[in-house]
């Protein structure tokens, strides 16, 4: 019995139940609580600049305890939360406003040095541009904008953060994404195990007798895969498919891509992130997204996306 469930996970999952519920309730507060994480990741910042919760261990950067990838991917969400803002309602003043807000999150992500989270800024950026209803000459001479723009950041950020610069050209010149050997484990593990799995308890044993690594598979499907078999895999992806279809419904009938996005770079960051089925932060914007899109839905749309 142990082994058939992730304690953590199911009590994550209760508390998506709860929140969603009450954003489903009261839809009005969908936009305070966003509004309200990027507070907190402002805040994150000033604290982090005065040198307040910066810790090493075994020579690994740690923001409040934090692995820096996870932080990094926290940033790159507040960043796309924030530009988003400007990309539904242009003016000079806004813009203004929000790169002042948005360069504290881009300091954050490349102090991280983390290579998903940069990567997690532009793809989420991309899609916001690409959903953008507009002109297709206007999208695209935005599209263009943004290209030349990230690129003078990202050489930017290159030139001033050697750490990052030197584990992005080992990813290109060698194609390790620092989680190749852990995959190919896994993938092993799951051909062995594909109908019932190896229980909870069972994949880091797994994943040390077929890799040599005492850790889990930093991706989350495999990790489900490992631990639950077919059936668990399974239902993960019916329920990510069942609120895929309905931010797709909420995106037609508002034009607003941002939930879109924030799936996106939520379901990314799963997939590279060891123990993200555990992390607070991904279970939360699942718990947003549901309770923020399925008010403006009629029952009967809800029971054809169901």
């Not at 992500?109 to 793809?123: E, K, P």
């Not at 723009?149 to 990052?164: D, K, Q, R, V």
């Not at 990813?171 to 852990?182: A, H, I, P, Q, S």
Request: glycine share 8%; proline share 3%.
């Amino acid at each position: 019995m142990k082994e058939s469930y992730n304690y953590r996970t199911l009590l994550l999952i209760v508390l998506m139940t709860f929140i969603a519920a009450h954003l489903y309730c009261k839809p009005q507060i969908s936009p305070v609580v966003l509004n309200t994480y990027v507070a907190s990741m402002l805040l994150v910042f000033l604290l982090v600049s005065l040198g307040n919760g910066v810790t090493y261990e075994n020579g690994r950067l740690l923001l409040f305890g934090e692995n820096p990838n996870v932080m990094g991917s926290k940033a790159a969400l507040a960043f796309l939360i924030t530009i988003s803002k400007l990309i539904n309602n242009f003016s000079i003043k806004r813009f203004i406003i929000i790169m002042a807000i948005c360069i504290p999150f881009i300091s954050l992500t490349a102090t991280s040095g983390s290579r998903g989270a940069l990567v997690s800024m532009f793809l989420g950026l991309f899609v916001l541009l690409f959903f953008k209803k507009t002109g297709v000459i206007t999208k695209w001479a935005i599209i263009v904008f943004a290209l030349l723009a990230s690129g003078m950041l990202i050489t930017y950020l290159f030139e001033t953060n050697p750490i990052m610069a030197e584990r992005f050209i080992d990813t290109v010149e060698t194609g390790d994404t620092g989680r190749n050997v852990l995959w190919d484990g896994a993938f092993n593990i799951i051909k062995d195990n594909i109908i019932i799995g190896s229980g909870f308890e069972g994949v880091k044993p797994k994943m040390f007798a077929y890799s040599g690594f005492y850790m889990k598979p930093h991706n989350v499907f495999l990790y489900i895969f490992i631990a639950c078999g077919l059936p668990g895999i399974i239902l993960f992806l019916i329920f990510l498919t069942r609120l895929t279809k309905l931010l797709f419904q909420y995106f037609r009938k508002s034009g607003d891509s941002l939930n879109l996005v924030l799936f996106v770079i939520v379901v990314f960051n799963m997939s590279k992130q060891g123990g993200s089925i555990g992390k607070i932060l991904f279970w939360f914007f699942f718990a947003v997204l549901i309770g923020s899109t399925v008010h403006i839905i009629s029952g009967n749309q809800l029971k054809k996306i169901g």
